[in-house]
């Protein structure tokens, strides 16, 4: 019923750029906060951005100046620019939205892969 469709993930040498999409469909109802996670392998999955329905933004201090986040309300998309990449930012990135009928719901996508090569 409610899906997330990632895309832009791909191979990069390190100080590359990527730009990552993520466009929300289906009976979601309420959107609130959006955002991107990461996962390596064997380690639990943490936080890169989020941004809220207002357009405040945090970020995880390791890619602080070199990641923005931001999201196209009328099209359900949110996006996250990636600048100067290091091979330490190789990683599974996971879009997530917060919504839902009483808008504290966490909907997750597929998952598209990074990898920063040397």
């Known amino acids: 019923q409610v899906h997330l469709m990632e895309s832009g993930g791909g191979l990069v040498q390190a100080g590359g750029s990527l730009r990552l999409s993520c466009a929300a469909s289906?009976?979601?109802?309420?959107?609130?906060?959006m955002g991107w996670y990461l996962q390596a392998p064997g380690k639990q999955r943490e936080l890169v951005a989020t941004?809220?329905?207002?357009?405040?933004?945090n970020y995880a201090d390791s890619v602080k100046g070199r990641f923005t986040i931001s999201r196209d309300n009328a099209k359900n998309t949110v996006y996250l620019q990636m600048n100067s990449l290091k091979p330490e930012d190789t990683a599974v990135y996971y879009c997530?939205?917060?919504?839902?009928?009483?808008?504290?719901?966490?909907?997750w996508g597929q998952g598209t892969q990074v990898t920063v090569s040397s």
């Open positions: 997530n939205v917060q919504g839902g009928w009483n808008g504290l719901t966490n909907y």
């Open positions: 289906g009976s979601i109802f309420r959107i609130n906060g």
């Open positions: 941004i809220t329905s207002g357009g405040r933004t």
